[in-house]
């Protein structure tokens, strides 16, 4: 029997995003993506939405052939990716916001590297980032510094929310995280630096990860998520230090 999986999941976490559903985002993926010479799918993730989301996303995609809705109880973003990943069937997974900052269409920067043969292909947003706050650039510009100094100094931007991995892997490294382990309920929107680890994981497993610029522009519309960058940051930075002494253990058990 001939193999009817698609090339390419597109996974997309989503917690309370009505106001950036509404503004036609899941349309302009679709856009992108019948033009494509591959075969696709696209699975909203949707993490315990309090807002209407899952509403809207229901009506938007019944028009949207290639588009499933997944409905989960709320456990934060990689655990919305967790069950996307989980649900995918594609030779390639893309996990990218809802709010379209990187645009889909950037994937045709990361396929070449993806075609080339390497593991993990991630989305990089360089110093030029439209909509972007002085004092974000200022916070970002420290956290990655911080962070190269104590992981993965090869890699210039862990937190652009545009990767792709080869779905073998991506299903390899995924349960291992620390953030998936058996842990407190979620409450509320939160970030994790997730992304490190798992790009930390996939660098320690000897996957090959190569890092391609995109385009990036704070898009975002939702309100819903009750951002505090502060907080953010100091979590993040707390994160890390985590994966460091993760590491640090490891290497003596090894030794």
């Known amino acids: 029997m001939a193999d ?40 909203i993730s949707d993490d315990g939405s309090t807002d209407d ?9 019944s028009a949207l052939p290639g588009f499933r809705l997944l409905a989960n109880v709320h456990g934060g973003k990689p655990h919305a990716v967790w069950a996307g990943l989980q649900q995918a069937r594609g030779q390639v997974v ?42 974000r650039r200022v916070g970002s510009a420290v956290f990655r510094s911080f962070r190269r100094v104590l992981v993965l100094p090869h890699i210039s931007d862990t937190q652009c929310g545009f990767k792709a991995f080869k779905r073998d892997v991506a ?60 907080r953010e940051s100091v979590h993040m930075a707390d994160q890390v230090l985590k994966i460091l002494t993760r590491r640090m253990r490891s290497g003596r058990k090894g030794s």
């Open 4 to 43: 009817t999986s698609p090339y390419l999941s597109v996974v997309v976490p989503c917690y309370n995003e009505s106001e950036n559903l509404q503004a036609g985002v899941l349309e302009e993926m679709n856009t992108y993506l019948v033009q494509q010479p591959f075969t696709w799918e696209v699975l």
């Open 53 to 61: 989301s899952r509403e809207v996303a229901a009506a938007r995609i």
């Open 94 to 135: 893309l996990f990218t916001d809802m709010d379209q900052s990187t645009p889909l269409d950037q994937f045709s920067r990361l396929k070449p590297r993806l075609d080339a043969g390497d593991d993990v292909v991630i989305g990089s947003r360089g110093m030029e980032r439209e909509n972007f706050p002085l004092y």
């Open 171 to 230: 299903c390899e490294i995924f349960p291992q995280l620390e953030v998936l382990q058996p842990q407190k309920t979620a409450k509320g929107w939160q970030v994790t630096a997730f992304d490190v680890e798992l790009l930390y994981l996939a660098d320690k497993a000897g996957y090959s990860i190569s890092e391609v610029t995109v385009t990036w522009s704070n898009r975002d519309l939702a309100v819903g998520k009750q951002k505090s960058y502060w």
